[in-house]
């Protein structure tokens, strides 16, 4: 880095990195409900993926799914940072304790309120649980939402709506950051590919 930029004094403290100029990254986590095993195995496992690229600390799965878990947590061990997958949670528990603990609840459903209509709002809330359905979701996730937030209201699939939501909440740009430990990483390049 820039020697004069490293003498540049954050609150009196001096900074290492321009990271830490940013904005501390909100905590979120995803909530996947309705999770079919055998029919839904590649949709969850993007929908965690993506959640993970983008900054998330970690999936709940409400439904008994050990392969899946063992898939995402064989990226995280290759691709670094510490993304995790909690199998089978009971769904209003990971709620009620999310909120206990002064947390939000993001419904993402094609009927709730257009997001641009809501994302200043969300924007402000620094610990957020963002919900997915696979099934038809069950009317008591309506109520316990603290926003029930349409990625435009049409249908389409719950990794765009993740994927959408989480760029558009973001303070820093997601699509730079950094993860830790990884035995891969990609070097960018215009042609080619690189991974040391
Ligand atoms: C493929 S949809 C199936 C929804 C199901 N048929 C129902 O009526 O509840 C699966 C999930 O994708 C997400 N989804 C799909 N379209 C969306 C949209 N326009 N906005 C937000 N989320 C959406 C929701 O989380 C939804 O539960």
Same mark, same amino acid.
């Given at each position: 880095m820039d020697a004069d930029l490293c003498r540049i004094m954050v609150?009196?403290?001096?900074?290492?990195?321009l990271a830490d100029l940013q904005s501390p990254m909100k905590q979120i986590v995803i909530l996947r409900i309705g999770h079919r095993p055998e029919r839904d195995k590649r949709i969850t496992t993007h929908v965690g993926l993506t959640a993970r690229a983008l900054g998330?600390?970690?999936m709940l799965l409400a439904s008994e799914d050990k392969k899946?878990?063992? =898939? /995402?947590?064989?990226?995280v061990q290759r691709w670094g940072g510490d993304f995790y997958v909690k199998n089978d949670v009971n769904w209003k528990h990971e709620i009620k304790k999310w909120k206990d603990d002064g947390g939000k609840v993001c419904h993402l459903s094609m009927y709730g309120i257009n997001l641009p209509d809501a994302v200043d709002d969300i924007k402000r809330c620094d610990k957020l649980m963002i919900v997915v359905g696979a099934e038809k979701v069950p009317a008591g996730m309506y109520e316990?939402?603290?926003? =029930? /937030?349409?990625?435009?209201?049409?249908?389409?699939?719950e990794v765009a709506a993740v994927a959408l939501t989480m760029d558009r909440i973001a303070e820093n740009d997601p699509l730079k950051k950094e993860f830790e430990g990884a035995e891969l990483t990609i070097v960018?390049?215009?042609?080619g590919k690189r991974v040391v």
């Open positions: 609150e009196n403290k001096p900074f290492n990195s998330a600390e970690g899946l878990v063992s =898939n /995402i947590e064989d990226v316990l939402a603290d926003w =029930n /937030i349409a990625v435009g209201n049409q249908p389409h699939s960018p390049m215009e042609r």
